[in-house]
């Protein structure tokens, strides 16, 4: 069974940064690739970031140079450092990652934390 449970959402202003954090309850975390997802209010879910076994990162391309996706397999954590912030960055952020079982995917999700960007 995989738990995820995210941290450090909240208010900030325009220009602000946060750092998030997902803490995940899974043996062999470091061997499993993980992502970030947001949802704004209307939306789909959309991947922000992610980050592979190997630590090598993608992002989406509205937060290019203003996220940062890190790991720490000693601690079984995922961060995502958002900088520069901007209003249409308010979403509910979810980690993710997923496991396959022969010819099964099996996503897990997070309970969510909310970021607002607002002045």
């Known amino acids: 069974q995989v738990q995820l449970v995210e941290s450090g959402g909240g208010l900030v202003q325009p220009g602000g940064s946060l750092t998030l954090s997902c803490a995940a309850s899974?043996?062999?975390?470091?061997?499993?690739?993980m992502d970030w997802y947001r949802q704004a209010p209307g939306l789909q879910r959309e991947l922000v970031a992610s980050?592979?076994?190997?630590?090598?990162?993608n992002y989406e391309d509205s937060v290019k140079g203003r996220f940062t996706i890190s790991r720490d397999n000693a601690k079984n954590t995922v961060y995502l450092q958002m900088n520069s912030l901007k209003p249409e960055d308010t979403a509910v952020y979810y980690c993710?990652?997923?496991?396959?079982?022969?010819?099964?995917?099996?996503?897990?999700w997070g309970q969510g934390t909310q970021v607002t960007v607002s002045s």
């Open positions: 993710h990652t997923k496991r396959y079982f022969g010819a099964a995917t099996i996503d897990y």
């Open positions: 899974v043996r062999d975390f470091s061997i499993y690739g």
């Open positions: 980050i592979t076994s190997g630590s090598s990162t």
